[in-house]
């Protein structure tokens, strides 16, 4: 399972927050990191360990909110 530093789980859980009707996390993720001012190489990062924690029919919104709560145990 991927493992976010506690930076990176900030982020995405900045992004689950920001996240606008009919929006992708993935979207809102890189306005994210864009108002920080990251950037691509810390997007492909933040977003392909949370693809990599994906299970079989699992969203990426449910993983990244799975992925946050087991990191916080």
């Known amino acids: 399972m991927a493992t976010l530093s506690p ?13 606008l009707h009919n929006e992708t996390l993935e979207h809102a993720l890189g306005r994210v990191l864009r108002k920080r001012g990251f950037g691509f190489e810390r997007y492909i990062s933040i977003t392909s360990d949370l693809r990599d924690s994906r299970r079989k029919d699992e969203d990426t919104v449910s993983a990244a909110r799975r992925l946050i709560a087991q990191q916080r145990e």
């Open 7 to 19: 930076e990176d789980r900030q982020l995405l859980t900045e992004a689950l927050e920001a996240m």
